[in-house]
Structure formats: structure tokens, C-alpha cells
């Protein structure tokens, strides 16, 4: 069975940082595209950013220069690093992993807090 996990999130303040990781397991994972969302309380599910499987990266313009999505094949493994984190940040974030004509398989997210 397909499994994507993220880990990482917690609470942070305001200017901090944090490093997102999705792991990918029971998958052939550099076949796939990953992306990140996220979703505060009451919002819908934002596309944040995405990683293509020729690292092609692509962001959300409200994370753009603060945020950086990389992979790691080897390591079945995608990561966000996320600098110059604002309140407005707060929400869970979501890793989904994506290919053309195939499920999409998603993880249960993991809640990012920004606050002093």
C-alpha cells in the first residue's frame, strides 16, 4: 500500500524556519511529480509549490523567495524549506504525489504554526 508521510511542522516565530519532509514509500517515487498544499482552519487547500521529475520547481507567489522545494530519489523523499515563515503561513501542509494518468496519493499533512 502507497504511503506519503510528512514531518517537520510544529511551531515556529515569526522570521523562523522550517523543513518540510514527504516520504514516499511502496512507490516508484521518481516517477512522479511532488506537491505541495496547504490549508488553514475555514480556507480551502492552496497549492504551494511542486517539483517536477526533471526538478523542474514552480511556486505559489506568495511563497516565492521564501520557500524551496527540492527531491531526493534516492531518499524516496521530497522536502519544502521554508524561510521567512509569517503568521499568515500557518496551516497543515499537504504532499501529494502526482502522475499523469494515475492516482493521486497524498499524505495526512502536518501542522505548521507561526506565532510568538
Known amino acids: 500500500q502507497v504511503q506519503i508521510v510528512e514531518s517537520g511542522g510544529g511551531l515556529v516565530q515569526p522570521g523562523g524556519s522550517l523543513r518540510l519532509s514527504c516520504a514516499a514509500s511502496k512507490i516508484a517515487f521518481s516517477i512522479y511529480d511532488i506537491v505541495w498544499y496547504r490549508q488553514a482552519p475555514g480556507q480551502q487547500r492552496d497549492f504551494v509549490a511542486r517539483i517536477t521529475t526533471a526538478y523542474k520547481t514552480d511556486y505559489a507567489e506568495f511563497v516565492k523567495g521564501r520557500f524551496t522545494i527540492s527531491r531526493a530519489n534516492a531518499e524516496n523523499t521530497a522536502y519544502l524549506q521554508m524561510n521567512a515563515l509569517n503568521p499568515a503561513d500557518t496551516a497543515v501542509y499537504y504532499c501529494?504525489?502526482?502522475?499523469?494518468?494515475?492516482?493521486?496519493?497524498w499524505g495526512q499533512g502536518t501542522q505548521v504554526t507561526v506565532s510568538s
Open positions: 501529494k504525489s502526482y502522475l499523469r494518468n494515475a492516482p493521486d496519493y
